[in-house]
């Protein structure tokens, strides 16, 4: 039989991958910013889209390596990707809006 700990991916591993697909979503505008004036991104906002997804993904990386299973560890992870998409929709579009705004 198979060691169980040698199908898991290791810490650095995933911390690699975390990094990767951040700056693969980084580079999703970027490329768009080429061919379209839809997407005018600037230094700022990839640096706020940067540190949302890399905190977000180490979150995640230290909730799936403190918490090894269970309920909890799946509701904490579950809390973590809709703080994610609270923030980045409110970054994007103001969902929520300035209560003191016409005033």
């Not at 951040?22 to 991104?41: C, G, H, K, R, Y």
């Not at 905190?55 to 990707?81: C, D, H, P, Q, Y």
């Amino acid at each position: 039989m198979k060691n169980l700990k040698s199908t898991f991916v290791s810490p650095s591993t995933r911390i690699a991958i975390i990094v990767g697909i951040t700056a693969f979503i980084l580079s999703i505008p970027l490329i768009a910013m080429q061919f379209t004036n839809e997407v005018d991104w600037t230094l700022s906002d990839f640096l706020t889209a940067g540190i949302l997804l890399l905190s977000t993904g180490f979150a995640t990386e230290l909730v799936i390596r403190n918490l090894k299973t269970g309920t909890l560890r799946t509701i904490i992870l579950l809390v973590i990707l809709l703080m994610l998409f609270l923030i980045w929709a409110e970054l994007a579009v103001g969902v929520f809006g300035t209560p003191f705004a016409g005033s």
